[in-house]
């Protein structure tokens, strides 16, 4: 009999835990799961799934206008704001059913409540009413994802953070947006999509860092057109409650906003802390974040961990990569290691992005360490729906090439179904597709997609990516991410 009473324990039932724990129960492992909030983590509760259904919400107002340019007769369109937060209620409880008895199904025991480590081989579950339930294992992984951060300055428990802006009772007329990473620019689009009279404010030259230079410009341009007010080198000073209910926002420059509401999308911490991880000899990284080896083993070596809670790539796909690897190395034999090269993003802006590969300035930088050179080829244009609709919208699409071995590193796209179309184009990639051979590819026509295998001219200005070193931006984050290399922990 064996010593242990599972032979995984996995806290956290976020994408990664969930999958961890249902591949590891198909391979034959006894698996145990705790969770102490909602099954499916960020991404299906108050991240990736939520945040679409608002997007597709958000372009329903752009749709019904551009239908009058296409011969329909329509009404004005009113805004049911509380009609929409229930229905994405419904469509998430339907998603935690589903995960629940995916779970179930495998013969997954569930746990409902916090769990904390006593001792690399033993989780102890803490449940709402105060009873505690204590399991050994051979094996633990934590997949506890992260949490969005919090601001400092004056009057910041006035603001929302991106846990709260789906369950908001009505939609503010006026929101301030701080932050400039992916979850700040996409609910400015989305709000302002509903109506709403949206600023932004970032303390950065520019949003978005680490996202090549073109996409950024142009995705800013966008968002200024369709009426963002974006404020860069500007931050908020203080928050202060008026009598009205409205916020008093002082920004950095010394400027006063009056607006409804303000989120602080400012970053995400990996969640760590207070689950007994240090004490159990799982050592934490400067960021709070759990320090893993290749195969993802911490420094305790009958604990792993994988996703958020790792702080490499904060991505739902990539927590499930990570979480397949742990599992077929402990229960089915394997001797995986997951590969982050070639991972596309999508960012849910408007207009969105797409993008895989490597930017101007890291393909650039990376060419000049070994003597080499890159090739951009880059196309905007006015996407063939609306040379009807007036729209003044355009659609950005850019490749970096290898001069040398005319390798594709790069695929960037700024447009309507971005994510849509890079997610074809990073199959092309990984398989390490050419110049050559995306102009001998056929595009289908009329579509936007074929743009980026007919750009035959070449930009002529070798030398922008110097503009970028004028931010004094530092390295870009990306592409540490993509090169950095771990040790194993059975070399240390």
């Given amino acids: 009999m064996s010593a242990y009473d599972v032979d995984l324990f996995v806290i956290g039932a976020g994408s990664g835990g969930v999958r961890g724990a249902r591949v590891a129960a198909s ?84 746990l409902r409540g916090r769990a904390t480590l006593e001792d690399p081989h033993t989780v102890v579950v803490t449940a709402l009413d105060g009873s505690t339930t204590r399991r050994t294992a051979r094996h633990v ?17 006035l603001a929302l953070i991106s846990d709260d802006i789906f369950y908001l009772s009505q939609r503010p007329d006026r929101l301030l947006v701080i932050g400039g990473g992916y979850i700040a620019v996409e609910m400015a689009g989305i709000f302002r999509g509903y109506g709403a009279a949206v600023t932004l404010a970032y303390r950065g030259a520019l949003f978005l860092r680490g996202f090549d230079r073109d996409v950024r410009t142009h995705l800013a341009g966008e968002m200024r057109q369709r009426g963002v007010d974006l404020r860069f080198h500007c931050d908020v000073a203080s928050l202060t409650r008026r009598a009205d209910g409205a916020l008093d926002a002082v920004l950095t420059t010394g400027e006063t906003l009056v607006v409804d509401a303000v989120l602080a999308a400012v970053g995400r911490a990996p969640n760590a802390r207070g689950l007994g991880l240090e004490e159990a000899g799982v050592a934490l990284d400067a960021r709070g974040a759990v320090r893993v080896d290749g195969r993802f083993r911490t420094s305790a070596r009958s604990v ?27 229960f089915g034999g394997a001797q995986r290691q997951a590969d982050y090269e070639f991972i596309p993003s999508a960012v849910f802006s408007t207009p969105p992005i797409g993008t895989v590969g490597l930017t101007e300035e890291e393909a650039r930088a990376e060419a000049t360490e070994r003597g080499g050179a890159v090739d951009i080829f880059r196309s905007t244009f006015t996407p063939l729906k609306h040379t009807l609709t007036g729209r003044r919208e355009k659609t950005l699409m850019k490749l970096v090439v290898e001069r040398d071995t005319d390798r594709v590193v790069g695929v960037h796209v700024v447009g309507a179904d971005a994510g849509e179309i890079v997610q074809g184009f990073a199959v092309a990639l990984r398989l390490g597709a050419t110049k050559a051979q995306l102009d001998a590819t056929v595009g289908i026509h009329p579509t936007a997609a074929e743009e980026l295998v007919t750009m035959r001219e070449r930009c002529p200005d070798p030398d922008r990516a110097l503009e970028v070193d004028q931010l004094a931006e530092g390295p870009s984050p990306r592409r540490a991410i993509v090169h950095h290399r771990w040790e194993d922990s059975d070399d240390r």
């Avoid at 960020?42 to 372009?59: D, M, Q, R």
């Avoid at 992984?141 to 428990?157: I, Q, S």
């Fill in 304 to 330: 792993y961990a994988v996703g958020d809670v790792i702080d490499r790539v904060q991505l739902t796909p990539v927590a499930l990569a990570e979480a397949m690897v742990v599992a077929h190395n402990l």
């Fill in 141 to 157: 992984l934590v997949a506890t994802g992260g949490t969005p951060l919090r601001p400092t300055f004056p009057g910041a428990d």
């Fill in 27 to 110: 391979l034959g492992a006894r698996v145990a799961i705790a969770e102490e909030r909602f099954f499916g983590g960020t991404c299906v509760n108050v991240g990736c799934i939520p945040k679409k259904l608002f997007s597709y919400g958000a372009h329903a107002r752009d749709d019904i206008e551009d239908a009058r340019a296409y011969g329909w007769d329509v009404a004005e369109p009113t805004l049911d704001w509380p009609r929409l937060v229930a229905g994405k209620d419904r469509e998430i409880a339907r998603l935690n059913g589903i995960y629940q008895r995916l779970l179930e199904s495998r013969g997954v025991e569930i």
